[in-house]
């Protein structure tokens, strides 16, 4: 299990932060995303590996100007 | 297309092209003001200078950017308001802003430079 | 067009602009056409900075409390602010026009792009103020190159702004390049015969070759310009250059323009794609996250949604020109459709240039009305522009009389002869050209806005007032904007806690409160309704679009910055407090900057108690705002709602949808209460929502007048406890 914005979510091996997104429909493009208080660039969404345990923040920056 | 064209390898860094650029269009000899600059690199000199490529001409609020009858980029300064998108959009970063100068400047391909320019680094040409 | 009839000219002595302000506004009364050189004090400058600031303060000195929108009385002022017009930093033009509005009958207040602010100041005029009513339409001009003011009968037989806008580029350019020396103010006839009137305020488009319509939408600006029979006011000057406001330090506007339009040029691909799509990039995003208004806001997401994805507009907005609507501005999300071909009305089968939809359009005049046809959206945008309407209470107000005519509260008989069902296209856009046209008794109820409509549907058709007061979507009698609230309790403050109707002006905080769960307690709730609008309404004051704050980012913002703070974009933040110093001269801090905000923010709050609103039982709330109102409604999003009761510590089990729905109202409904008590708290408020003569005193706008406005309202019961 992680959690993702304080929420439990389902973990399997190999998971990435991509995948997080996709299954969460997370589709706003201005989003920070930090593993356990450490920050994850943009351009490694794809390549990060979650691991079991993980706390998970997806900050959505403001939107709607 | 009339343009500047640049031989980095063959630059020695002796910088007249910044000098001579500088006094020929703002009357002073400083390098922030020239509209070539010259850099250091680990394997010798860069050169950056307009290549002519035109982007900048559709970013420009005013109209102030065209191409004369040679092909070279100028800006129209009556029309320029300084906005400096063209600085900022430029892809190799050849439209140059300097502190003391509301508008930007840019190489016009005078040639003047090429002139004092001993290893012939940089030549005017014309296609 | 024919030589207009002069009907009185005045000259004034050029000014020199410095660090950012003429020094001066220019009042004009249109019932006995006299005009008056007002100085700007130092006092104005450090109180209220300029733009809405400087607007407020000249319509409270010129109002009375019992001045009404239609009062001669009443004012449409319009200024910039000190940044106003400066040509190298996005987002660099906006001026703000402020009035009494017919919606609401307090102060409103509605920014758009333009030319008009910058052309006004660099004319001499920190403030453009019109008073009084003309005995027929007029024009008027402010010739900045010539140092006149001068006014002319208007020729005009119908005014309508994409008609009026043209004819006057033309009439008072020299030449073709001459024509984006000027700008027109200007509105249309819907704005005659409705309480949406609009403001349109232009630039010329040079690649185009044909002028720009920007709007000051919202509060009822066009119809107050209509009832002072204004057809139009225009302004030119010639010569803007990078110093016109004769900044303390030019180089620092240069550097900090510089960066941010290559921090545009590198990342607004992968961030909102704001020069390519505009602001409907977020059609989709606020579909997948509930927040698309649909059918009267009943639903946040529907099937039909990708019909309006941000890549459809993408391909009808012609690309690679530069939309800024000012100079400077890369952000450039001006999108526009090219030689669009209208289907319907006076202008059926013209090409003409369309100026946007906006993501508000797209969602008002679109998903909230049930229409999901791009083309149609188009449509219906460009003639709200062109008969003066807002498209948001446009589009909101029409969605609230489709779900009146699905419940039966409205028929043929009423609507004469119009079946307004959601999704109906054709007999929505004969709607709106009734409205256009105002002759239409239907069409002229719907105009009052949802608040009028609802007392008039229920007195005169005998519909349900309560089910009309809990499905009509309007706080203090403004029509609600495209986001839907109902889930986030933060939204519900940033939408029906603010200063002048629901707007997202002052806050957007659906991402925060509900996605990333950042706002658990409503102290945390508070703090963010605190810190947003005073920080978003700063903008108002200085003459800068909010859009290049944070619709683009920098490409280490969310690396660096975490949660909330990386929300506030800092180096942004920076930006600005860097761009006002440059400006002004003056070497304000980041901290500085919110309570220059907060200064003015508390100013307009008893602006509106001194005009018999702003307490707290004005700060109504529709429950549609808060929760589902019908079962539809709670079955579209079962599991989610049921589980909505279960955190709120009721057992959905054996419950019907009828019940269950009463008990989340209720649950919601005290949370509300508990949400306005945390924020006026946090404001330096009392119970009633009326700031403290120690707030006053901390921000130094305990003027005599204020404090007395504010000492006749204050009762002991309704201080806090300590």
């Known amino acids: 299990m992680i959690k993702v914005n304080g929420e439990e979510m389902e973990w399997h091996p190999g998971m990435t932060v991509k995948d997080i997104l996709e299954a969460k429909k997370f589709i706003f493009p201005m989003i920070g995303v930090w593993i356990n208080d450490k920050p994850i660039p943009r351009d490694k969404f794809e390549t990060t590996v979650v691991n079991d345990g993980d706390d998970v923040q997806v900050i959505h920056m403001i939107s709607g100007g | ?127 | ?722």
């Not at chain 3, 690309?319 to 999300?333: E, L, N, R, T, V």
């Open chain 3, 1 to 722: 067009m024919d030589k207009m009839k002069l009907l009185t000219k005045w000259e004034y002595k050029p000014v020199n602009i410095y660090r950012g302000y003429a020094g001066r506004t220019l009042y004009i009364n249109i019932s006995n056409f006299s005009f008056q050189e007002k100085p700007v004090s130092e006092d104005m400058k450090e109180k209220f900075i300029g733009g809405r600031g400087f607007g407020l303060k000249l319509l409270w000195d010129a109002v009375k409390d019992t001045t009404k929108w239609n009062d001669p009385e009443n004012e449409i002022v319009i200024s910039g602010g000190p940044l106003c017009g400066i040509t190298q930093y996005p987002g660099s033009g906006k001026c703000y026009t402020v009035f009494i509005s017919p919606l609401t009958e307090q102060t409103y207040d509605s920014n758009a792009g333009g030319y008009f602010g910058p052309l006004l100041k660099f004319s001499g005029w920190d403030a453009l103020e019109i008073q009084g009513k003309a005995d027929r339409d007029i024009i008027v001009f402010i010739d900045g190159d010539n140092n006149k003011v001068e006014i002319y009968e208007s020729p005009f037989e119908e005014v309508s702004a994409v008609t009026v806008t043209e004819a006057l580029h033309e009439y008072f350019a020299d030449n073709e390049e001459d024509k984006r020396n000027i700008s027109v103010v200007s509105t249309g006839k819907g704005a005659e015969n409705s309480y949406w009137g609009c403001l349109n305020m232009s630039f010329y488009d040079l690649r185009r070759k044909t002028p720009r319509l920007k709007q000051a939408g919202r509060g009822g600006g066009g119809t107050v310009f209509r009832d002072k029979k204004l057809a139009a006011i225009v302004v030119k000057k010639r010569g803007i250059s990078p110093s016109s406001n004769n900044p303390a330090d030019l180089a620092t506007l240069q550097q900090v323009g510089l960066k941010l339009h290559k921090e545009i040029r590198d990342l607004d691909d992968q961030q909102n794609r704001m020069r390519k799509v505009g602001t409907p990039h977020l059609n989709e995003i606020m579909n997948e996250y509930h927040l698309l208004p649909v059918h009267n806001y009943k639903f946040g997401q529907h099937k039909d949604a990708p019909k309006i994805h941000s890549k459809i507009f993408e391909g009808i907005f012609t690309q690679g020109i530069p939309d800024g609507c000012w100079y400077g501005c890369s952000m450039a999300c001006a999108k526009a459709a090219d030689k669009f071909e209208l289907k319907t009305g006076p202008l059926k089968g013209r090409k003409v240039t369309v100026d946007g939809p906006e993501y508000e359009t797209c969602a008002g005049l679109g998903s909230n009305i049930g229409v999901f046809d791009p083309e149609w959206i188009i449509e219906a945008n460009f003639y709200a522009d062109h008969y003066g309407l807002d498209t948001i209470s446009l589009g909101t107000g029409i969605a609230f009389v489709c779900e009146c005519y699905e419940l039966g509260f409205l028929n043929k008989e009423i609507t004469n002869g119009l079946e307004l069902n959601f999704g109906a296209k054709d007999d929505i856009m004969e709607l709106i050209h009734r409205m256009g046209r105002g002759d239409d008794e239907f069409a002229r109820i719907v105009g009052l806005g949802i608040r009028r409509m609802k007392k008039i549907f229920s007195e005169k058709y005998g519909a349900p007032r309560d089910v009309l007061e809990n499905i009509g979507m309007e706080g203090q009698g403004l029509e609600v904007s495209e986001y839907v609230p109902k889930e986030s309790v933060a939204q519900w403050g940033g939408y029906f806690l603010t200063l002048k109707g629901p707007q997202h002006d002052e806050a957007w905080l659906i991402f925060m409160d509900r996605v990333n769960k950042q706002l658990p307690t409503f102290e945390d709730k508070a703090e963010a309704l605190h810190y947003f609008p005073n920080f978003r309404l700063w903008f108002s004051l200085v003459g800068l679009c909010k859009l290049p704050w944070n619709d683009i980012e920098p490409a280490d913002n969310a690396i660096k910055y975490k949660g909330i703070e990386a929300a506030k974009v800092p180096e942004h933040v920076q930006n600005y407090v860097d761009l006002f110093n440059a400006v002004t001269g003056k070497k304000i801090t980041k901290e500085e900057l919110i309570i220059q905000s907060e200064r003015v923010y508390n100013f307009q709050r008893v602006f509106q108690l001194r005009l018999g609103k702003g307490t707290r039982k004005h700060h109504n709330i529709p429950l549609r705002a808060i929760g589902p109102v019908f079962p539809e409604e709670w079955e579209a999003r079962k599991d989610y709602y049921d589980n909505e009761l279960k955190a709120a510590g009721i057992d959905p089990e054996n419950l019907s949808t009828e019940e269950k729905i009463e008990k989340l109202q209720k649950y919601r409904l005290s949370q509300w209460e508990q949400l306005v008590d945390a924020v006026y708290k946090r404001r330096g408020w009392n119970k009633n929502g009326i700031p403290t003569i120690e707030t006053l005193r901390r921000l130094g706008i305990d003027y005599p007048e204020v404090v007395e406005v504010v000492k006749r309202h204050l009762k002991p019961e309704d201080e806090w406890e300590s």
């Open chain 2, 1 to 127: 297309m009339k343009r500047l064209a640049t031989y980095p390898e063959r630059c020695v860094g002796c910088e007249n092209c910044m000098l001579t650029c500088s006094k020929t269009w703002f009357k002073e000899e400083d390098k922030k003001l020239s509209r070539i600059r010259v850099i250091q690199s680990n394997s010798g000199y860069e050169i950056n200078v307009c290549n002519q490529c035109g982007i900048c001409i559709d970013t420009c609020p005013t109209l102030a950017i065209g191409r004369d009858a040679l092909g070279v980029v100028r800006i129209d300064e009556s029309k320029c308001v300084g906005c400096l998108m063209c600085a900022g959009f430029c892809p190799t970063e050849s439209m140059f802003t300097a502190d003391n100068k509301e508008k930007p400047f840019k190489c016009i391909a005078c040639g003047i430079c090429s002139k004092e320019c001993p290893p012939r680094a940089l030549v005017l040409e014309q296609d």
